[in-house]
């Protein structure tokens, strides 16, 4: 005769349950590192994206800041003297400075293009 079943007991013996939990720990383990692995893709990506375009934004905010708390950028060559003072628009330099990051972060391709 088999011995009565307690309601809410369970059927497994205790190295099934071990079997279970290390089971199930080692799919969670690697559900998580599938999951930080392309959290942590995405944000190397943006943050690539950020180190490219960041001396051109340092370059506007400090524009921006010399100039006072009104954001009005001028233009190059906006007024007729503009060229034969010193120290005039910083439009150069962040020009210079994104045309140096654009071709450092497309040196491959473009070496590939090229040569």
Same mark, same amino acid.
């Not at 307690?6 to 199930?24: D, H, K, M, N, Y």
């Not at 998580?32 to 994206?49: K, N, P």
């Not at 934004?57 to 800041?65: A, K, P, S």
């Given at each position: 005769?088999?011995? !009565?079943?307690?309601?809410?007991?369970?059927?497994?013996?205790?190295?099934?349950?071990?079997?279970?939990?290390?089971?199930?720990a080692l799919v969670c383990g690697f559900l998580?590192?599938?999951?930080?692995?392309?959290?942590?893709?995405?944000?190397?990506?943006?943050?690539?994206?950020l180190l490219v375009i960041s001396p051109l934004?340092?370059?506007?905010?400090?524009?921006?800041?010399s100039t006072g708390s009104s954001l009005s950028? !001028?233009? !190059?060559?906006?007024?007729?003297?503009?060229?034969?003072?010193?120290?005039?628009?910083?439009?150069?330099?962040?020009?210079?400075?994104?045309?140096?990051?654009?071709?450092?972060?497309?040196?491959?391709?473009?070496?590939?293009?090229?040569?």
């Open positions: 005769m088999a011995p !009565p079943s307690i309601p809410g007991a369970s059927s497994f013996t205790r190295s099934e349950q071990w079997l279970l939990t290390v089971a199930t998580c590192y599938v999951v930080y692995d392309a959290i942590m893709a995405t944000a190397s990506e943006l943050l690539q994206r934004l340092l370059v506007i905010v400090v524009h921006w800041l950028i !001028p233009m !190059p060559g906006s007024e007729p003297g503009a060229i034969h003072r010193a120290g005039g628009s910083p439009w150069g330099v962040a020009f210079v400075l994104f045309l140096l990051c654009f071709l450092i972060s497309y040196q491959p391709s473009l070496h590939n293009l090229i040569f």
